[in-house]
């Protein structure tokens, strides 16, 4: 089967830099997504990692060590409007199936 | 504008019904997902369908029906036999060689009493 594991809650100031992590375990590994959902919205696709190393798309880079079953999402100059959950989402078996982690709550503070 | 819609927004039940959740899109994916979101919880997949008129089980599919008559339409049922259906509710679709990439649409809030 597939699994991920992020943290539950994050919190930090507006300007800061904050680290999201996922850890997955999956047979046939092809991806990993992160995708932001805000409360009571619909989530949107923020980022895709099918290589290792830094994908950067603004404020917003993603990481991926396939070696180590590992990613992360860094957010850079945080904003209150950053308040959202985030989720990793992993794309294994060989294209056969994509699982959500249980998703990070993160809250921005003035 | 093309996107996903999904109507009602807010549905209400009550025990012992069949409900039908709608999901359009006009984005000309071929992939098409159900989801089902339990609060502070992440996306548990329902159905999915990668061409016309075939679908497959998610991890969570007992207790619920699809189907995909039109490329554009994917219609979720919940049946009488889902033991615990109040939950938001939110369809997704996707071109099938980027299933990473997948659009979502607004949600339909379904509450069962």
């Known amino acids: 089967g597939q699994s991920l594991e992020q943290p539950s809650e994050v919190t930090a100031v507006e300007g800061a830099i904050v680290q999201i992590n996922c850890t997955y375990q999956t047979s046939g590994f092809y991806g990993l997504s992160w995708y932001q959902q805000h409360d009571g919205g619909a989530p949107t696709f923020l980022s895709y990692n099918a290589l290792d190393g830094l994908e950067e798309t603004g404020r917003f880079s993603s990481f991926l060590s396939r070696s180590d079953s590992y990613g992360y999402l860094l957010l850079q100059e945080l904003q209150m409007k950053d308040s959202a959950s985030y989720f990793c989402a992993v794309w294994g078996n060989y294209g056969q199936n994509f699982v959500f982690g249980p998703g990070t709550r993160l809250s921005v503070l003035p | 504008d093309g996107g996903i819609t999904q109507s009602p927004k807010y549905l209400f039940r009550k025990e012992g019904q069949n409900v039908t959740l709608s999901c359009e899109q006009n984005l000309n994916h071929d992939a098409m997902y159900w989801y089902r979101q339990d609060p502070g919880q992440g996306l548990r997949l329902i159905y999915y369908s990668q061409i016309v008129n075939d679908f497959q089980k998610g991890d969570i599919a007992e207790g619920y029906s699809v189907s995909r008559e039109k490329k554009e339409s994917f219609p979720l049922t919940v049946t009488s036999a889902q033991k615990n259906p109040t939950a938001f509710y939110l369809c997704?679709?996707?071109?099938?060689?980027?299933?990473?990439?997948?659009?979502f649409g607004p949600g339909t809030r379904l509450t069962v009493t």
């Open positions: 997704a679709s996707s071109n099938r060689d980027r299933a990473y990439e997948q659009y």
